[in-house]
Structure formats: C-alpha cells, structure tokens
C-alpha cells in the first residue's frame, strides 16, 4: 500500500474469479484504481510525513499553508511517480499472498468445513502486509525522501537545491551513500506497522460488510462496501501509525542533518523521552481524513473502469466479498 495506504479493498473483496479474462481485468481494474487513490490521497500524504518529520510543522494546515506558499501545488505531489508506477507489484503481492493463505488454511481444516473464519482472515492479512515490505521498501524510503525534500526548484540562485533531482536519482544516490542495504531503512517498523494494520484491515473490512449486507442478499451495495473500506482504513491506521511515525524518522535519519538514532529502539526511546507518546499518534487524524475519499475514488474507478471493459455478454458482478 502508498505508505501502508489502504486504498485497494476492491481488490480483496474480489472471491472465485469466474475466467482468466477477469483475472487480466481485475488486476487493470485494480492497478489503475489503485494508482487513482494514490493521487488522490498523496498531498495528504505529504503533510503527514512532513509532520512526523520535521519540527518546523507544528499541525496540518500550518504544514500545507507552508507547503503550498514555498513551494507551490507541485509540493504537494513530490515523489509520487515511484508509488504510481509500482502499485501493481506491490497490490498483486499483498492480495495474492492474502488469497493464498486463505486457500491453504482453508485446505488445512478440510473440505467443507465452510467459509474462512476471522483469524483466518486476520493471519492472512498480515502475512499479506509483511509479505509486501521486499517490494514495498526501496521505494517507500524514495517516496519519503523526496516528500520531506522543502527546497524548491524553483528557487533563486542563493536559495538551496534540492539534493534529489527526482526518483531515480534519490534511489542511486541512497545506494551509492548507504549501499543497497540503505534502501530497506525503516524495514522493520514497515513491517511492523503493515502486518497488524493489514491484519485489521482485512477483517475489519470483512465484517462489517457481514452486518451491512440485507437478508438474502451476498454482498452489500456499493455505498455500504464504500463504508466498509473507509471504516476498515481508519481502524487499520489506529494500529499502524505509532510504527508509522518511526519508520519515516528511521527513513529520514541522517538524510538532512546529523545522524540522532541508534537503531529502531533508540528512535523510539528517544520520541518518547523528547516529544512525549502522544506523538506517536500525532498524525492519526489525518490518516483516517484520508482514508474515505481515498477509498471512495479506488471504489468508484474499479467499479466503472470493469463495466467497460467486461462489457456485454461476459459481464460479471460487482467484486465479492472475500469470504464468499
């Protein structure tokens, strides 16, 4: 996900795929919906991590208010080209690691014994989540690099320079000033933020779209799978921003100033003793702000970007519920 971002739940709530054409169609679907939510929720983003970063932003509308005088619309959106470009790796990771872990569990209690239960749910997003970080690392530090990057090119000749020129250059200059084992900085709180938060994710998703689906009915409409998704990435937030907020400061240690962490304990530690533990959930706000319109545009644009291209005879219904 964009920064453990909860954007793809139609992807998940996808059950038996009826041909290999829905396959191919789900994951364009999937991927272009995906890379939508991203552009939606990437100012957002932004903010946050500028926020869990640097002192210099005391709350959100001080840090977009400083963002956009500075360095205008395009501040907003810095690094957002590796997430966009990547997003299909990363989604066909997480919801294939989520289905198969599904199945075998499924296969391990025996044949018709019924739907997956909710641990089963809960273990396999989070082996989903953690699954995820080997693709997801190198160009989550990139993205956050670049978003915590104030200068502005745009500025005049006695004003700094941006130290990256863009994606590529950030990702060659981490590895030529950290080695490739600089790009899985923040591994760690990564994974554990997106396990749990996964985890929570996926079952609370499922659940609630149990109690919001009528009677006879498989699935609840659009607007209550909508509910669904935003409920279910606020409450995976809730779990995964603490390990959020020191995976960025990890991810940024050393880039901008001097060096202020010893490693993952003495980052928190440290937050703690500095800024108190409140700060860890400092940002909680804005991640569930972002967190329904995010999912409401993946939703929208899976579901019209499917109709046309499964359409006439070979259409198929909405996505599934993922217990089905």
Sequence with gaps: MLEGEWAHPCLLSVGQLPSDRMHIVDFVSGSFAGACGVAVGYPLDTVKVRIQTQRQFTG??????????????????????????????????????????????????????????????????????????????????????????????????????????????????????EGFRGLYRGALPLMLRDGPSYATYFLTYTTICEWLKDSGKKRPDWSGVMLAGGIAGMAGWTIGTPMDVIKARLQMDGARETKRYKGFVHCITETVRVEGAGFFFRSLGINCLRAFPVNMVVFVTYEVLTSLLLAGPDSVDPPRLPLE
Aim: aromatic share 6%.
């Design 60 to 177: 959100i509308w001080q840090c977009a208010a400083a963002t956009f005088s500075k360095e205008g619309v395009h501040g907003f959106f810095k690094g957002m080209s590796l997430p966009i470009t990547t997003i299909s790796m990363t989604s066909s990771v997480v919801f294939g690691t989520y289905r198969n872990c599904l199945q075998c569990l499924s296969q391990l209690r025996g044949a018709g014994c019924g739907p997956n239960t909710k641990l089963e749910v809960f273990l396999s997003g989070m082996a989903g989540g953690i699954a995820q970080i080997s693709v997801m690392s190198p160009g989550d530090i990139v993205k956050v690099r670049l978003q915590c990057q104030t200068e502005s090119k745009r500025g005049g000749a006695n004003l700094p320079k941006p130290k990256y020129r863009g994606p590529v250059h950030c990702l060659l200059s981490i590895i030529k000033e």
